[in-house]
């Protein structure tokens, strides 16, 4: 069965250097995001799933409730919903994430990877780099929703860029938590209630109204909410109403939500890694 | 490459789970271009022993060499050689089987050009050219497996591990793996390959190493083995429980040693030697005795009755919680 195509290549292979590796790395990692991509285009269905949560959000919070709802300070409150509803969608995709790492443990892909000589980190480069790819057409449909029902941003093109890169941002830090659940989590049942987590850590958060109006304790925990230092930054940047609260971490909402993501990466990406070289234990 | 080197050498393998031993002074040697069967009940050590040497679990005491690399410290080297099919079957259910093939290719570092040819190979190789572009939720489990082999096959690996291949599969799909892995070891791949099924082993190895925990208690040819053990047996229900002794009786005449006796099915069987001598024998004594039976018939002895003999103790079935702490301890 020796053809000539894997004998050669078998044997280019073995003469890796550092700057081989590399490009290796690379390599894979993008054959791994275009896997991802290949899911999108064989399951395009999953993207209306991973945004029927946010639009049906949009039409319940802007139009049913929308009416009793109020943004101290004044302003629309569909302007003020919409940065909110981009950050819930980051917030809730580490659950993609972690699923699919859920499912390739569970169904030995994961083992397959690690049995063959490809680089080991393109497994989780390559997830992260389809996950991003996935975020950003997420964050396009939803932004063209937002348009549809009369959101705008008034931040010029630079800070309007701005706003969505730090989504993207608070996306990939979470990216590393996906990873770590994903290993954590026994089996792909087990994944769906991590629902129970990201529930909470979506919603509570000014993504649909303003912590000054909860109670002192559910506010200070909101303020402090990654996800609400995200979309208060974005409001600000897009020049939507922030109704912002006189606390530090509110005043500097722009700051932290560069900070946060910062400091989410530091943390769980070590775990992630960790997690992931002991399941040669 | 030729050499008479054996393809696994494994020395002493250690490995223990928390206060669980996995693995415990295993020893195996492999040689080129065979057949390996690891036979073993549950938590017997098979998946530890694979996992070890196909580089995914790191040991904790031991030396193992595969394809002439250790698979401590060249674990590249090692999978640059190896395929590995893991208990399911590990491809992407999304994709189509060619797709898959592609990417496996591509992670093989084959190129796209070289990925591209090598997945219309094996999807030729291994008979899903029909299938090529469905999904794999549109495969049977038989196609699955023969899919995941194909995917272990992409670099032409030297050797071949399969843990429990078999596995879930119904009659026809398992039928199906078994020729797939034939054509395979018929093209010179060396294949170690674990299962709690004797006929399996007997069907596919030329060698079988039997595993008790964690150690190799037996490593012959299947038909030693099974002379070693009694080869098969003649087993005959009696009608009525009043019967047995009478039954007992008459198989005792033509096998080599006691007949075991189950007084709750009614069963009653021994190893026999010369296999329809023997069984018409037992038919005709009956029938001249006028003694009812149920069912007659011919069995291969069991992987129970294989330990019962190698070990003197039945083979540990703790089924549930020995294999799931073995995974369990994986996953952490």
């Known amino acids: 069965m020796s053809t000539p195509s894997v004998e050669s290549t078998t044997l280019t292979t073995e003469l890796d250097g550092p700057g081989r590796r590399l490009y290796w790395a690379a390599a894979d990692s993008w054959t791994i995001v275009r896997r991802g991509l290949t899911h999108y285009v064989r399951q395009p269905s999953n993207i209306a799933w991973q945004l029927g949560f946010p639009i049906v959000s949009v039409l319940l919070f802007g139009y049913v409730f929308g009416s009793a709802m109020s943004v101290p300070g004044g302003g629309d409150y569909r302007e003020f919903l919409m940065p909110g509803m981009f950050g819930m969608t980051m917030a809730m995709g580490f659950m993609n994430t972690a699923y699919v790492v859920v499912y390739d443990t569970a169904r030995g892909v994961t083992d397959r990877f690690r049995s063959m000589p490809m680089a080991p980190s393109a497994v989780v480069t390559g997830r992260g780099g389809s996950d991003l790819i996935g975020a950003s057409l997420d964050l396009l449909v939803l932004g063209l929703t937002a348009l549809v029902v009369g959101w705008r941003s008034d931040g010029g093109l630079l800070a309007t860029l701005g706003g969505f890169a730090l989504f993207l941002l608070l996306r990939f830090a979470l990216i590393w938590v996906g990873v770590w659940l994903g290993m954590l989590v026994p089996n792909e049942e087990a994944a769906g209630s991590l629902f129970a987590v990201a529930f909470p850590f979506a919603m509570i958060s000014s993504v649909f109204v303003a912590p000054a109006l909860m109670p002192d304790w559910l506010g200070a925990i909101a303020m402090w909410n990654p996800v609400s230092s995200t979309v208060t930054a974005a409001r600000e940047l897009f020049g939507n109403p922030v109704a912002l609260g006189d606390s530090w971490v509110e005043q500097n909402a722009l700051l932290m939500a560069v900070v946060w993501p910062l400091v989410i990466t530091a943390v769980f990406l070590p775990l992630a890694v960790r997690r992931f070289q002991r399941l040669s234990r | ?332």
């Open chain 2, 1 to 332: 490459m030729i050499s008479t080197e054996p393809a696994i050498v494994a020395k002493g393998l250690r490995k223990h789970y928390k206060d669980k031993r996995a693995l415990d002074g295993f020893d195996l040697v492999v040689p080129q271009g065979t057949v390996y069967g690891l036979l073993g009940p549950n938590g017997a050590g098979k998946t530890t022993a694979v996992r070890i040497l196909a580089t995914l679990v790191r040991l904790d005491g031991g030396q193992a060499e595969v394809a002439g690399f250790n698979v401590a410290t060249q674990a590249r080297q090692v999978r640059r050689r190896i395929g590995f099919t893991g208990q399911y079957a590990a491809v992407d259910e999304v994709l189509t089987g060619r797709q898959n093939l592609r990417m496996f290719g591509r992670l093989f570092h084959l190129g796209a050009k070289g990925a591209i040819r090598r997945a219309d190979e094996l999807l030729e190789q291994f008979g899903l050219v029909d299938a090529a572009d469905k999904g794999i939720k549109e495969y049977s489990g038989g196609m699955r497996r023969r899919l995941d082999l194909a995917a272990s096959m992409i670099l032409a690996p030297q050797v071949l591990f399969l843990d429990e291949p078999t596995t879930g599969l119904d009659p026809r799909g398992r039928n199906e793996v078994w020729e797939a892995v034939r054509s395979l070891v018929a093209e010179g791949t060396t294949v170690l390959l674990t299962t709690q099924y004797l006929d399996e082993a007997d069907q596919l190895a030329e060698r079988i190493a039997v595993i008790d925990r964690g150690r190799v208690i037996a490593d012959d040819t299947p038909a030693e083995l099974k002379n070693h053990i009694g080869g098969d047996r003649v087993e005959v229900v009696a009608h009525e429980v009043a019967d047995i002794p009478a039954v007992a009786k008459v198989v005792a005449r033509v096998s080599s040693g006691e007949p075991e006796i189950d007084g709750e099915s009614r069963r009653v069987h021994g190893a026999v030697t010369d296999r329809v001598g023997a069984l018409t024998e037992v038919a005709r004594t009956l029938q001249d005795a006028g003694v009812g039976v149920e069912d007659i018939g011919l069995r291969r002895p069991t992987l129970d009755e294989v330990f019962l003999t190698l070990t003197g103790h039945p083979a540990e079935e703790e089924p549930s919680t020995a294999e799931q702490t073995e995974k369990e301890e994986e996953k952490q």
